[in-house]
Structure formats: C-alpha cells, structure tokens
C-alpha cells in the first residue's frame, strides 16, 4: 500500500469513490514481485499498480470489488498447480498470498485512509512506515514515524505490544517490507468469546530515503551513467573539480551537481552521515590525482559499490597506488574495476547498461551473472525480500483458489 501512496492522491480525495488495495504479503518459489507490491482498484474498475505482470491480476481485481462492496479485509493465495497451472494463476511456479483492504477516501475512520492521506502530503524523500494487521477482518493502518510513544498501541493488545513493537523495530532499522508475527494475540474475531487466541500477524512496509549514487568525473560516460542510474531510484550527485565541465545544464538528471575536489567532498558527506550501506560510488575521472584519493576513501568506508573506469593497464597502476598508499587487500577486493560487466560495451549509453547490471548484480547477491538461458537457479533473490529487508513470513493457511472469483 505505501509504495502505492504517490500514484493515489486524486482517489483519496474527499467524495472521490471507495477502493482496494491489494498487497502481497507472503511469497514462495518464483514469484514476479517481492512482499510489500501492491495493486488497487477502485469501485468503478479503475487499476493501479501490478502485482504479478498479468497472471493473477483479473482474480486479484475481482477480490478488489469483492472487498470494497463487503468493507472487510480478507486474504487469498494464488499459487501453482500442475494439473491445470493457467487456472490458478501462477505458471512460473511460485504463490503469492495477497491482503486484501478496502478503503473509504475522507473517511475519519478509516485509519488506512488518513494514513494514505498524510503519506501523499508528506516529503516524498522523507522516511516512512505503515503497519496493518493482517490478522483480523476491520481496516487497520498506522503510519510510523518512529516507536518513541508505543503507536502501535492501537493495532495490538497490551500482551502482545512487547514482542510485536520488537519486530517492527527491526524491520524498520533494515528498511523494505516484511510480515511480522507474536502471540498471545487478540481473540480471532476480535471478540472475548472464549476462542483460542491467534497470533498477531502485522505487515510493515518501510520508504527509505532513496539510496545515493556518486558520480565522480563530469564527462560524457558520467552524463550516460547519470541518466541510467536515474531510473533506478537512486538520488545522483556528480561531482567534479573542475568548474567549467561541472555544469549543471550538462546533467540535467542529476539531483546535484557539485564542485570540489571529490575526495573532500566524499569525506564530508560521510562526516555528515549521507553516505551509507546502500550507497554507490563510480569513478570515471581517469585521473590519478583524482582517482587514488578518491578511492583511498571510498574503500575505507561501509558503501555497497564502488567501481573506476578504466583499462586493465590503468586498473593495475590504480591498485599499486592505492596498496602504495597502505589500502588492504580485503578493501581492495572490494573495488569494482575495470567498472561495470563485461557485455562488449563501447558507447556511453552501452558502458552505463554495464555498470547500472553490475549494480543490480551486486546488489541482489549476484556476483558472476550470466545469461538466465544458461542458468538452471532460482529467478529471484530470496523470495519475499528485498535487499535490506527482512522476511518474517509463514505459510498461508488460506486455501489456493482455484477460480479467478473470491467467493
């Protein structure tokens, strides 16, 4: 649901029309998307958001509908059978259990709606946390700017506060979103009639500020890789030395353009604490005086990436300057050069595709990749998590539907 926020603004508005929104919430096998996807449709059949690239979407629609005309949350699972695969929905051979949660737009008391409403009006950049039982039949949602005052108070009862306030702590220090459970819970059905109590079972979706990617050298390799690296989600800063090469209108993608000597300024972003585990640095300058400090520094830090164009002839003084310098093997195997994935590139634009792969590679633990046809291997990093996430999930005890209407 969060990362659906942005793209719901005009459907939350006050008289606009009721919606779903479906989130998947547990996953196993090859799955197209990890926990935390989300699709909604509203009243009228309008769809935002995918859940699956196609496959189980007309089923997930209809459970929309269903949801918004009965005002109560269900689940439901879509998984993989051999005897008749195209029926239940997922031929690539994985489940999907998906919640799904109607929403009443300017509704007071539809806590998922104010807390929608308040996440579109808040800094697109600025952290965020939405948690909702996916245990009990009522619309819930609370949006966490932090657990300082116990927030999720109004999601669990005093029993289970401890243990769940723990988990979600967890899940929002790694980021990503993950399904946490604890017991003893509220009765199921939300009523003291003497039932077994159930587990609590929450789903915390986490927005992170976006990750950085440093771009070092202003050039036509950097303009291509800045461009690449855009899509991706990153927040790019290129800098340079060099003024008169440095120019913004140059970048225009670009979230910043600076100019400074690129080693001083890698070291005051990280004394300032703006650099950190998710992000990346690329070293395109060509310049020794600009390369070695640089990647003196960059190696010294806890980054994700950190890459240097340049030929072999050029990777091999780089390093004997840098072990010159005192770097230590184990910093200097984490050096990515020469940069990016061997895939015959020779363009900018080509040059940027191998780097912004390598990326991808190295970020989902991917560090020979080759051809999926040559490959044999899961499609997927684990499934149901994303890099910096955590997974709490359990199997379903929803049963597979087998026909694309919830009954």
């Known amino acids: 649901m969060l990362t659906l926020a942005d793209q719901l ?33 509203r009243a009228d059949g309008a769809v935002v958001g995918s859940l699956s690239g196609g496959c189980v979407e007309a089923a997930v629609h209809a459970a929309a509908l269903d949801a918004i005309a009965v005002g109560e949350c269900h689940r439901e699972t879509f998984g993989y059978s051999d005897d008749d695969a195209f029926a239940v929905g997922l031929t690539c051979g994985g489940s999907l259990e998906v ?6 737009p300017g509704d007071p008391d539809d806590p998922a709606a104010v807390a929608l409403a308040r996440l579109v009006t808040a800094d697109v950049g600025a952290p965020a946390a939405l948690v909702r039982r996916l245990d009990v039949a009522r619309p819930t949602a609370v949006l966490l700017p932090d657990l300082s005052d116990n927030p999720l108070r109004g999601l669990v009862d005093d029993g289970a506060l401890p243990a769940v306030s723990a988990q979600v702590a967890a ?20 009523c003291d009639d003497g039932a077994p109590e159930e587990p609590v079972t929450l789903l915390v979706e986490t927005r992170l500020a976006p990750p950085r990617f440093v771009v070092v050298g202003a050039n036509d390799f950097a303009g291509a890789l800045v461009r690449a690296v855009h899509l991706l989600g990153y927040r790019v800063t290129l800098v340079d030395a060099r003024e008169v ?12 353009v600076v100019v400074d000597w690129p080693d001083r300024y890698l070291a005051a972003e990280a004394a300032a604490g703006r650099l950190d585990a998710r992000t990346a640095v690329a070293v395109l300058t060509h310049d020794v005086k600009f390369d070695v400090p ?45 940069i990016g994935l061997d895939l015959g590139a020779v363009t900018p634009e080509e040059v940027a595709v191998s780097v912004v792969a390598e990326l991808v ?19 997927h990093a684990a499934t149901g998590t994303t890099p910096g996430t955590t997974s709490g999930t359990t199997p379903s005890t929803t049963r597979t539907k087998e026909h694309p209407r919830w009954t």
């Open 99 to 104: 919640h799904v949660q109607p929403v009443r």
């Open 361 to 379: 590679a190295v970020r989902y633990g991917r560090d020979a990749p080759v051809p999926l046809s040559r490959t044999d291997g899961p499609l």
């Open 171 to 190: 899940v929002l220090r790694a980021g990503g979103a993950a399904t946490v459970h604890a017991a003893p819970g509220v009765p199921a059905g939300a």
């Open 245 to 256: 090469f440095a120019a913004p209108r140059r970048f225009p993608q670009a979230d910043e």
């Open 294 to 338: 640089t990647l003196r520094l960059a190696l010294g830090l806890p980054l994700a990436y950190v890459g240097a164009m340049g030929s072999r002839r050029s990777h091999a003084q780089r390093v004997q300057a840098l072990r010159d310098e005192g770097v230590t093997p184990d910093r200097l195997a984490r050096l990515r050069s020469p």
């Open 9 to 41: 603004a005009e459907w939350l508005e006050p008289g606009a029309q009721p919606f779903a929104v479906a989130t998947v919430v547990g996953a196993s096998g090859s799955v197209p998307r990890p926990v935390g996807t989300a699709m909604a449709v």
